[in-house]
């Protein structure tokens, strides 16, 4: 079953607006990040992908409840958030909602799972624009909190540190703490369009480490709570 809501300039809205550029510093630029990279070492095995880069394929969109580098079985990057198809959807159905915040518009849609949510936003369009715009933006930002999907590399909601640190080397891993979620991004400087989100009550751990913590910093046992796909 779904639902239509619009809100304007929630303080809830302001924060994902917030949290979305933060976002964007090191995942919005893909191609900037290839670039400057370092040299993929033998060693060790992205997330994002298998030796021969399954999730960059069509092959990881056939292979079910699997994260992508470009999104998920239903939905992509680029895709017109107005033609996805929600037919897959289970009875916990979804909710349709126009976000509005610092002078753009952008849709949401927010799918309930059996065990979290995931939500799927288009791009910002200058509020002075007709919303038909907004209706029709390509998605570019896909968060997965349910333990329902998982990468290639078998990442998902509920896993911990160690799992990213056994699979990158400490020089691609970079952390970004977010105040105002009381948490700490994790961005792997290989291309990656994925980002993951780590929970940090109280910015405790940021505020320990002068805002600036390293993946050393961070107790083996924190748990991804979210998995961003930009």
Not at 51 to 67: D, H, R, V
Not at 192 to 202: E, L, R, T, V
Request: proline share 6%.
């Amino acid at each position: 079953m779904a639902s239509s809501v619009i809100l304007k300039h929630p303080l809830t809205t302001l924060l994902s607006l917030s949290l979305v550029i933060i976002l964007c510093l090191s995942s919005c630029a893909p191609d900037k990040q290839q670039e400057n990279a370092p040299e993929q070492e033998d060693e060790y095995l992205p997330d994002s992908t298998d030796t021969e880069g399954m999730a960059f394929t069509e092959e990881c969109f056939q292979l079910k409840n699997t994260i992508c580098e470009l999104g998920l079985d239903f939905v992509r990057l680029g895709d017109s958030i107005h033609h996805i198809s929600l037919d897959q959807i289970p009875e916990g159905g979804w909710k349709d909602t126009i976000l509005s915040g610092s002078g753009y518009n952008w849709k949401s849609i927010t799918l309930a799972l059996g065990n979290g949510e995931i939500t799927i936003e288009g791009d910002f369009v200058d509020e002075r624009l007709p919303m038909e715009n907004v209706y029709r933006a390509p998605v570019n930002r896909i968060r997965i909190e349910t333990t329902d999907y998982q990468t290639v590399a078998s990442l998902r909601v509920g896993t911990t540190i160690s799992d990213i640190n056994s699979l990158y080397p400490d020089s691609l891993i970079q952390l970004t703490p977010i105040p105002s979620f009381e948490a700490i991004q994790i961005t792997t400087l290989d291309g990656s369009h994925m980002n993951y989100i780590i929970a940090d009550p109280g910015n405790q751990l940021s505020t320990q480490y002068g805002g600036q913590p390293t993946i050393q910093n961070l107790p083996s046992s924190s748990e991804i709570s979210a998995i961003v796909v930009m």
